[in-house]
């Protein structure tokens, strides 16, 4: 490919086979050239996709609870979820946009976030103290998966993705806090 190192054809290679990466510059475009080794993108990235997955997949749970809560509560969970879903959806863009920085695709479909995400769907419309109690599990599992990412981010001293992360784990730690004292009694 023309402008394409061989050293990024290789990492890419090994990556593909792996089955992690199906992605090439395409003809003519420059090379991502920050500072950050192609190898320590492609980890980066990695993660980043799993956080998105993560991110959306939150997402889409929090927006269906918030159609979807009723009882003696309603009032209260149904502006808190609306709150937390509006923030989810910018931080889906934020990341989703770091991972283009850095040079590779986001993924983008159901299909690739089932695969990635540590969330699971949840079917049906639970009452809403278990709405509150999984949507307090899954802004933890968010946090979990950013932590994940940050030895890829410090080795790399990629510091745009460790503000992004730190950003992220601040407000889904105080999500998750939030929505637990809810349940406390």
Known sequence: MPGYGERDIM?????????KLRFRHPAGAPQVDTGIAAKDRAKIVAGLSKLLADNYTLYLKTHNFHWNVTGPMFNT???????????????????????????????????????????????????????????????????????KVFPAVDAAHDEPTADLLTQRM?????????????LAG
């Open 77 to 147: 969970l149904h502006l808190m979820f609306e709150t937390q879903y509006n923030e989810l959806w910018i931080a889906n863009d934020a990341i989703a946009e770091r991972i283009r920085a850095l040079g590779h695709p986001a993924p983008g479909t159901y299909a690739e976030y089932v695969k990635l995400a540590s969330i699971e769907e949840t079917p049906g419309q639970p009452p809403a103290e278990e709405m509150v109690r999984l949507l307090c599990e899954g802004n933890e599992a968010v946090v979990r998966t950013a932590r």
């Open 11 to 19: 990492t890419e290679t090994i990556m593909a086979k792996a089955g």
């Open 170 to 182: 601040q407000i889904h730690e105080k999500n998750a806090w939030m929505l637990r004292s809810l």
